[in-house]
C-alpha cells in the first residue's frame, strides 16, 4: 500500500519561502520517479518540478530559478524549498510518484497521489 504524505504547506506573504516535504510509504525499492504538482482554484494541475531515478531533474518555467527540488533516495523523501513566492503560485501542492519506467511531467503519467498541502501567498 503506497502512500504519500506531504507536509510545510501554509500562508506567507510575497517573497517570503517555504519548503515542502513528501515521504513516501510502501514503496519497494529506492528511488522512483517524484514529483511536485500544484492546482489552483478553478484550473488544471500542473507540474512544478520533478526528480527522476537516476538524478535527472526537471522544472516548469514558473519555478525555475526559484524553486529547488531535492530527495532522500534512502527515505523516498522529496523536498520542494520556494523562495520568493508570488501570489500566483497559490495553490494546493501535490507530491506524486510513478512506479514505471522514466519520469515524466504529465500529472497522469503518475501513479500515486498525496492528500495535498495548501500553500498560499498573499
Known amino acids: 500500500h503506497v502512500q504519500l504524505v506531504e507536509s510545510g504547506g501554509g500562508s506567507v506573504q510575497a517573497e517570503g519561502s517555504l519548503k515542502l516535504s513528501c515521504v513516501a510509504s510502501?514503496?519497494?525499492?529506492?528511488?522512483?520517479?517524484m514529483g511536485w504538482f500544484r492546482q489552483a482554484p478553478g484550473k488544471e494541475r500542473e507540474r512544478v518540478a520533478t526528480?527522476?531515478?537516476?538524478?535527472?531533474?526537471n522544472y516548469a518555467d514558473s519555478a525555475k530559478g526559484r524553486f529547488t527540488i531535492t530527495r532522500d533516495k534512502d527515505k523516498n523523501t522529496v523536498y520542494l524549498q520556494m523562495d520568493s513566492l508570488k501570489i500566483s503560485d497559490t495553490g494546493t501542492y501535490y507530491c506524486?510518484?510513478?512506479?514505471?519506467?522514466?519520469?515524466?511531467?504529465?500529472?497522469?503519467?503518475?501513479?500515486?497521489w498525496g492528500q495535498g498541502t495548501q500553500v498560499t501567498v498573499s
Open positions: 526528480y527522476g531515478g537516476y538524478g535527472r531533474i
Open positions: 510502501g514503496i519497494t525499492y529506492r528511488g522512483p520517479c
Open positions: 506524486a510518484v510513478r512506479l514505471n519506467s522514466g519520469c515524466p511531467i504529465r500529472p497522469e503519467d503518475f501513479t500515486y
